[in-house]
C-alpha cells in the first residue's frame, strides 16, 4: 500500500508564498509525480507534474508562479507556491503512477490552502 501525505497548507495573504510537501511511502524514483487541486464547486484540475527524469509541466494557471520539485533521497515531492492569488484556494493533492502507467493509481488526503485579498 502506497501513502502520501501532503502537509504546508494553510491561509495566507494575496502575494504570498506556501511550500507544500507530500513524503510518499514506499518511494520510487520511477514514479511520476503530480500536484493537483479542487476547489470548492469545481473539477479536480492538476497544478504540475514531475517525471522520474526530472521533467516537469505546469497547468496555464500557475505557470511562472510554482514550482514542482522531488527530493528522491528524501523521498519526498514540493510545490513552491509563490505570488498566491485567491484563485489559488483549493484542496491540494500529491498523486503518484508508475512512469509507465496512464493513469494516477496512489493519492495522498489533501492541505487545504486558503488566499484572501
Known amino acids: 500500500q502506497v501513502q502520501l501525505v501532503e502537509s504546508g497548507g494553510g491561509s495566507v495573504q494575496a502575494g504570498g508564498s506556501l511550500r507544500l510537501s507530500c513524503t510518499i511511502s514506499?518511494?520510487?524514483?520511477?514514479?511520476?509525480l503530480g500536484w493537483f487541486r479542487q476547489a470548492p464547486t469545481k473539477e479536480r484540475e492538476v497544478v504540475a507534474t514531475?517525471?522520474?527524469?526530472?521533467?516537469?509541466t505546469y497547468a496555464v494557471p500557475v505557470k511562472g508562479r510554482f514550482t514542482i520539485s522531488r527530493d528522491n533521497a528524501e523521498k519526498t515531492l514540493y510545490l513552491q507556491m509563490n505570488s498566491l492569488v485567491p484563485e489559488d484556494t483549493a484542496m491540494y493533492y500529491c498523486?503518484?503512477?508508475?512512469?509507465?502507467?496512464?493513469?494516477?493509481?496512489?493519492w495522498g488526503q489533501g492541505t487545504q490552502v486558503t488566499v484572501s485579498s
Open positions: 514531475i517525471n522520474y527524469g526530472g521533467g516537469t
Open positions: 498523486a503518484a503512477r508508475w512512469y509507465s502507467s496512464s493513469s494516477y493509481n496512489y
Open positions: 514506499p518511494y520510487s524514483s520511477l514514479y511520476t
